[in-house]
């Protein structure tokens, strides 16, 4: 079945916002969407390597929800979609400019390079864009 | 009585649907998975990813508050 692709612009690192983000890729990605997901702004802190879940989530009620429930982390839905579909993750250029970071200093594995945002609302122009 | 059964009891969304691709890519096509479930969103869930993926949703029922899928790998 044809189905548009789902283009999602992360920019928020609250962690409910992760976390649905997290969700709509794995799930878009399992049922065979095409899915690109632009992170950039605070959100790309979450994506810091090597760095506790007490450090990397926060957020407000449903946050501290998630985690006394134990929902599935946000970064293994991530790995879980790029493995069992067509998930792409994208590092926005100037969050790792500003911060002086390169792709190294995310989690590995996680993201297909680093891109501008003209290049990706160029990309977005056929496809379902989800902006959080 | 499937080829494989997945049990997704006590997993929350969207686990029951990763875990389920997951193992529909190690059946052969023809081949059928059960899933049992206890999130009820995964009802329609299921619904919509075997329409999506092209998959065969054989059966779908409830009994004990836990829902069971019969997926039969058809893509």
Redesign the interface.
């Known amino acids: 079945m044809s189905t548009s692709p789902l283009y999602i612009l992360l920019c928020s690192g609250e962690h409910e916002k992760l976390q649905m983000a997290a969700m709509m890729a794995s799930v878009g990605a399992v049922s065979e969407r095409p899915v690109e997901v632009f992170v950039s702004m605070n959100a790309i802190f979450a994506f810091a390597r090597g760095i506790e879940p007490a450090v990397r989530y926060h957020g407000g009620a449903f946050s501290r929800l998630l985690t006394e429930k134990r929902a599935p982390d946000a970064i293994a839905l991530f790995r879980q979609g790029k493995e069992l579909g067509d998930l792409k993750l994208w590092a926005c250029s100037m969050a790792l400019d500003v911060q002086g970071w390169d792709i190294d200093r995310l989690e590995d594995g996680l993201f297909d390079g680093a891109l501008g945002l003209t290049k990706f609302l160029s990309d977005a122009e056929g496809g379902q864009f989800v902006t959080l | 009585m499937a080829d494989q059964i997945l049990d997704a009891k006590g997993l ?4 029951p ?2 875990r389920t ?2 193992a529909l ?1 190690d059946l052969p096509t023809g081949g059928t998975l059960q899933v049992l479930a206890t999130d009820p969103g995964a009802v329609k869930d299921f619904e ?2 075997c ?4 998959n065969q949703l054989m059966e779908s029922k409830v009994e004990d508050k836990v829902y069971s899928f019969l997926i039969k790998r058809t893509a």
């Not at chain 2, 329409?51 to 092209?54: E, F, P, Q, V, Y």
């Open positions: 929350s969304c969207p686990l649907i990763l691709k997951k890519k919509a990813f329409r999506t993926t092209g």
